[in-house]
């Protein structure tokens, strides 16, 4: 079975620019979060999506965006780049919302703003 | 602020030994508390999870251990093994019911598991 999958796997952009990152969950999996990781530091919570909406947002700016679609894949944008949001950016699938449920995640893409 | 905290960056332990990871928490309303393990260039994996109405999970050779007076946890490992090698995170909730704030994560601690 197919586990989570990120696109690209890496990925450089220059201050200002717009970045679209995208993953497909597990199959059956319709909930979706995304969490950023800088270098040094643990994931850090930027969005989860379930059927569709979005359910839960992180501390982060409203140059980050994110959609789910009706395939439950997810784009999450981040516009505006500033070389501080260099990072491995990590979607994670799950078959619910809640905590609960165990959150399976993809490799991650790594992110470059120069 | 950092709400949940992994003082230890590195630890080193030899093979067949116990490692024990530790993680503080500042934030009582976490109810949820998780332990994930992660390999270079893959994403983290679930290792075992434990509820704030319990004060220990078990699952094979990975024990957690929950103080809530204390605000400290800890994840056992017993024996160790060289494939235990890898960063460990340490996650909490604090609404294990919605899922809608998501995991704070530690910053991890570098588990090198010596022959």
């Known amino acids: 079975d197919a586990g989570v999958t990120q696109s690209p796997t890496h990925l450089i952009k220059t201050r200002g620019q717009h970045v679209t990152l995208r993953c497909s969950p597990i199959?059956?999996?319709?909930?979706v979060s995304w969490y950023q990781q800088v270098l040094g530091q643990g994931p850090q919570f930027i969005f989860q999506?379930?059927?569709?909406?979005?359910?839960g947002r992180g501390n982060f700016p409203d140059r980050f965006s994110a959609r789910q679609f009706p395939n439950y894949s997810s784009e999450l944008n981040v516009n505006a780049l500033l070389l501080g949001d260099s990072a491995l950016y990590l979607c994670?699938?799950?078959?619910?919302?809640?905590?609960?449920?165990?959150?399976?995640f993809g490799p991650g893409t790594r992110l470059t703003v120069t | 602020d950092q709400q949940v905290k992994q003082n230890s960056p590195s630890l080193s332990v030899q093979e067949g030994r116990i490692s024990i990871l530790n993680c503080d928490y500042t934030n009582s309303m976490f109810d949820y508390f998780l332990w994930y393990k992660k390999y270079p260039a893959e994403g983290p994996t679930f290792l075992i999870s434990i509820s704030s109405i319990k004060d220990k999970n078990e699952d094979g050779r990975f024990t957690v251990f929950l103080n809530k007076s204390a605000k400290h946890l800890s994840l056992h490992i017993v024996p160790s093994q060289p494939g235990d090698s890898a960063v460990y995170f340490c996650?909490?909730?604090?609404?294990?019911?919605?899922?809608?704030?998501?995991?704070?994560f530690g910053k991890g601690t570098h588990l090198i598991i010596q022959p």
């Open positions: 199959s059956g999996h319709k909930s």
């Open positions: 994670a699938s799950s078959l619910g919302l809640a905590v609960l449920w165990e959150q399976y």
């Open positions: 996650a909490a909730s604090e609404d294990s019911g919605g899922g809608a704030d998501g995991l704070t």
């Open positions: 999506y379930y059927e569709k909406e979005e359910r």
